[in-house]
């Protein structure tokens, strides 16, 4: 028999600051690298996304027609702190104050993320994740949101697909790497990130009792190519290197004996200074928030039909490559669909840490067509949410603690670097890649569908 969701599930929707805000440097803002960077050609920029910030109202009012129970949304840091430390930016606080109660007005809880790729540009040109002092700046930046925000946000997430930072970096926010090993580098940041996570795990606790605190990376179950006991040990490395060293870290507060030997055999290991080690063994997360969109499938040889879109590196020799799965079925985008590898994901993490864990992102990017009417036919998205649900379900009959589900994205944004042609929301954006048109709000055939996923509590 199938166990229910909880009664006080979390139902949600997810976001992040410059994929939707817009307002890029309004009201003192200060630039962020994604405010900065180049796009590719054809794809827009962040510099007004979907308006959000001055249309924050009209969206959470449809966010609760939705019945959303909750909200997941990121702040800019570069809004809070222009230059990323230094004087407060009031105008940045008054903003998240007005977001977070106008979401409380209607009742939907607010899950806030602290960093979502958007590190202030200020902090980039000092050497960004590579300069040390970053822990103490992001701790600074944590006590500024916990003070502020503290006495309503119940829910925190420290930072968005650290995991994927460092294995995509170009890709997702960190775009210049200045020495000659820049692998090592950013194996240097992602300790920094590591370290500054813990610092504002432990302050959380202090400052916010009541309040819970989790990491949030991109976690993919890794299948071997086949039973070849080589390709499940490429699967094991990759598992180790791009999934186990961030939730290892966080949650037991050491990174695991395979990714450091991988990092030592690459001579990419991260300086450790005295005192580190305290720092990440001090804090521990009350939950895991992770990112789900596929599994991944890997081997001992290099593959060349896989797309390494967004999934991290194509491979590296001798430890593991990425291989496409024929099993599965493929986006639009090319990114595969695998319900039952969430199922399987979810049970994984679960075994390995014992942890309540929150789905904060998960959904299908696709060429929505706004149809005569307003009207917008998204049955594959609806198509693809049902059957994870189904399988998020089963997870939960399975014994997972999941408290839980945020797909992304509650309404349609920019896409991480494929502009405003890839649609994942629930409400459709009236604009183009360039063309800003009138950016009305339309609800999508998904909006309606979704909203009886929640008011059933996921019987569908
Ligand atoms: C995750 C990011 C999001 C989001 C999503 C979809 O990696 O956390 O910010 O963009 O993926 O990715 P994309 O926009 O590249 O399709």
């Keep these: 028999k199938l166990k229910d969701f909880s009664e006080d599930f979390l139902w949600g929707a997810s976001t992040s600051a410059y994929q939707v805000e817009g307002g890029w440097d309004e009201d003192g803002k200060g630039p962020s690298v994604q405010d900065m960077a180049e796009h590719p050609e054809n794809t827009s920029d962040f510099k007004t996304s979907i308006d959000h910030y001055h249309r924050y109202k009209e969206d959470i009012k449809l966010f609760s027609e939705m019945g959303l129970k909750a909200y997941r949304f990121s702040i800019a840091w570069s809004r809070i702190l222009p230059k990323g430390f230094g004087e407060i930016n009031h105008k940045g606080i008054e903003f998240y104050n007005n977001l977070i109660n106008e979401l409380l007005s209607y009742n939907i809880e607010p899950i806030v993320t602290m960093y979502h790729f958007d590190l202030p540009y200020s902090l980039e040109k000092k050497g960004g994740w590579s300069n040390y002092e970053i822990v103490d700046l992001f701790e600074n930046y944590g006590k500024i949101l916990f003070s502020n925000f503290g006495d309503r946000v119940k829910y925190w997430l420290t930072i968005n697909e650290q995991n994927i930072m460092i294995l995509n970096n170009k890709a997702v926010g960190i775009p210049n790497l200045s020495t000659k090993n820049p692998k090592k580098e950013l194996y240097q940041q992602n300790h920094h990130m590591l ?114 879109d967004q999934q991290g590196a194509a491979g590296e020799q001798g430890v593991y490559y990425i291989t496409s799965n024929p099993n599965l079925e493929k986006t639009e985008f090319n990114w595969e669909i695998d319900p039952i590898g969430f199922r399987i994901t979810l049970r994984e993490i679960s075994g390995r840490y014992n942890l309540p864990l929150l789905v904060s992102e998960n959904g299908l990017g696709a060429f929505d067509k706004l149809e005569k009417g307003d009207v917008v036919n998204d049955d594959y998205r609806i198509d693809y949410l049902r059957k994870h649900i189904e399988q998020a379900k089963l997870a939960v009959t399975d014994g997972v603690q999941l408290i839980g589900y945020c797909p992304w994205s509650a309404i349609d944004l920019v896409s991480t670097h494929q502009g405003f042609k890839k649609r994942y929301g629930f409400i459709y954006v009236n604009r183009d890649e360039f063309d800003l048109k009138d950016l009305r709000r339309i609800r999508k055939k998904s909006f309606y569908w979704y909203k009886n996923v929640i008011k059933s509590n996921g019987k569908i």
């Excluded at 009541?210 to 299948?223: H, S, V």
Aim: charged fraction near 20%; hydrophobic fraction near 40%; include cysteine.
């Design 195 to 308: 370290l500054a996570q813990a610092k504002v795990m432990k302050l959380c606790h202090i400052m916010c009792p009541d309040a819970k605190i989790g990491p949030a990376p991109n976690i993919a179950y890794i299948y071997p190519a086949s039973s070849d006991p080589e390709d499940v040990l490429a699967a094991q490395n990759f598992s180790s290197i791009r999934n186990w060293l961030y939730l290892d870290a966080a949650v037991f507060g050491r990174y695991n004996n395979t990714a450091w030997s991988y990092m030592k055999e690459k001579n990419i290991t991260p300086n450790i200074k005295k005192g580190d080690e305290e720092i990440l063994s001090e804090a521990k997360p009350d939950f895991i928030a992770f990112n789900y969109y596929s599994t991944i499938t890997a081997s001992k040889k290099p593959s060349f039909d896989f797309n390494t």
